[in-house]
T-cell receptor, first 117, second 113 residues
Framework: GAVVSQHPSWVICKSGTSVKIECRSLDFQATTMFWYRQFPKQSLMLMATSNEGSKATYEQGVEKDKFLINHASLTLSTLTVTSAHPEDSSFYIC?????????????FGPGTRLTVL | LAKTTQPISMDSYEGQEVNITCSHNNIATNDYITWYQQFPSQGPRFIIQGYKTKVTNEVASLFIPADRKSSTLSLPRVSLSDTAVYYCLVGDPRNTGGFKTIFGAGTRLFVKA
């Protein structure tokens, strides 16, 4: 089946630094990718929709200047957490639909654990 | 996107059949019902999807009544490795130019030996 990868799988950084997380579709092209954030014992929260060749669409309450999204190619989207703070520590997950058929579902990456000290 | 309601948690024993019901009273005509499974520190994994009646695959069955206001995920003969969070999602894959997926709270299934 379709595979989505994320890199890194975990990262620890100091407060105030920026962290980049990559999301790749390995065997299909994705014009759209989605970024989620998940806190412990909570559900996934959609942060933004990454669109290849255009600006990302952010969900209400998500700071676009804080979470920079770049979808430069049909197989890669990146999420950069700028000036990270401890409250940004979370599990970040990306997903992508492999096609445009009505029965296509999203495939999720394995997630990236971000810890900000 | 239709709002979904699931039980917060469920317990079961190995070898039993587990049925998790999801309510989606405001489901729209073009909406499909999709279930995902998530293990700790992993991304969600697709289990099954359906539109009406019954769908079965190698891991689960999905029962959808005629009014489509609810659906039931059935896991036959669960094992310890089925302990996970199960999410029910409802939406039209054709919307928004991509398949924007909004997750509800999910159901934590705990399988005991």
């Amino acid at each position: 089946g379709a595979v989505v990868s994320q890199h890194p799988s975990w990262v620890i950084c100091k407060s105030g630094t920026s962290v980049k997380i990559e999301c790749r579709s390995l065997d299909f092209q994705a014009t759209t990718m989605f970024w989620y954030r998940q806190f412990p014992k909570q559900s996934l929260m959609l942060m933004a929709t990454s669109n290849e060749g255009s600006k990302a669409t952010y969900e209400q309450g998500v700071e676009k200047d804080k979470f920079l999204i770049n979808h430069a190619s049909l197989t890669l989207s990146t999420l950069t957490v700028t000036s990270a703070h401890p409250e940004d520590s979370s599990f970040y997950i990306c997903s992508a639909p492999p096609g445009r058929l009505i029965t296509d579902t999203q495939y999720f990456g394995p997630g990236t654990r971000l810890t900000v000290l | 996107l239709a709002k979904t309601t699931q039980p917060i948690s469920m317990d079961s024993y190995e070898g039993q059949e587990v049925n998790i019901t999801c309510s989606h009273n405001n489901i729209a005509t073009n909406d499909y019902i999709t279930w995902y499974q998530q293990f700790p520190s992993q991304g969600p994994r697709f289990i099954i999807q359906g539109y009406k009646t019954k769908v079965t695959n190698e891991v689960a069955s999905l029962f959808i009544p005629a009014d489509r206001k609810s659906s039931t995920l059935s896991l036959p003969r669960v094992s310890l490795s089925d302990t996970a969070v199960y999410y029910c999602l409802v939406g039209d894959p054709r919307n928004t130019g991509g398949f924007k997926t909004i997750f509800g709270a999910g159901t934590r299934l705990f399988v005991k030996a």
